[in-house]
């Protein structure tokens, strides 16, 4: 399937209006390759902590990063997305039966926390965005499962953490259309984003609510017969959105992640994200691709830099979720080298120097991909 070159039309025009609106951004990127290869474990590895993820499809698994060994968690299923790391990294929630209850990451300290919800995420620290089944949300003390502030969510993609601002879609003919709204005056305060184009439209809150930055088409390639994606941010009660990325200069078209909407990832610290960058050989986004690599932009500086010590071209539908250390120094993710009888490595990317560490092997794809869930603290 190819989007239709009359809804890129539209995009591209939006992105030539926003390339004249704001400085231009820097069309560089800095290559990092680390020490080449994938590096063995060493014994003494930093950070430590506790990663989840899945080693088979029975349960969640821990990995102990300090005592270098793994163990499934008793009456546990795999989960995704919806098992959320808390601001503070000691807690996640998981789905219960239609309940959430949250848990240390080595599964001890289970607490019933919401009844009869589809999703649990954290608005703050002591404060739980709950999403109903049939798409309501409100606002819950961790705490205090009685008391609920509802929002007037309709439409909403995503939340803003610690505020009452949203992403959502909204119908605009026979095509849809992204506006980051103030759930609180509507039709007041609102920022039209452009198009929601499918594989070009990934998003994400900066955790500490300042940002959503999210991906659209940008420029026409007309070597490959499509518009590759960029990054943009927006900022509550901005104007208007910022162009911070400039791929097409670097590569021509490119796609940014996959057809999951929210993985975008922020470091904890809300001054970096990690993505994947995957270029495109022609105008068929989802067949005509090769190799995807990491990148993290620098939101203070613009920066950008590339990961080139490992590529992947299993990245479609979606490519393997990043997932950043509790301290922001490295991002996890399963791997598959290439003729490797292991499967797929639970791999720690060092960002500062770009080093790729292994640190187990055989991760189970149990959602079609061999996802991280979190990296947190040990209780």
Partial sequence: MVISLSVYKVVVLLSVMLVAMFSQVSAQATQVCGSGGIQPRTADFQPGGIILTMFDSTAIWVYDIERNRRYPLPDTRPCNSNCRLSPDAEWITYPNEGDFIKMRLDGTQRT????????????????LLVWTPDHRAYLQPENDAATREYLDADGAISVQPGGQWALTVEADGDDFRRVLVNLQAREVQRVDLGVDVPYFNVSAWSPDGQWLVYSAPGLYDSHVGIAGA??????????????LTDLNALYGAVRINGHALGQLSWSPDSTRIAFWVTELLGADYLANTGNAVIHILDMDTGDITAYCGFSTTEHTPNPPRLVWSPDGTHVAFGGNMPNDSRGYLLLALDTATGTFTELSDGVFPSFGSPDIIAWGYAP
């Fill in 112 to 127: 019933p926390i919401v009844d009869n919800a589809n999703d649990v995420e954290w608005w703050s620290a002591d404060t």
């Fill in 230 to 243: 960029e990054l943009y941010g927006v900022r509550p009660r901005d104007s208007a959105p910022t162009k």
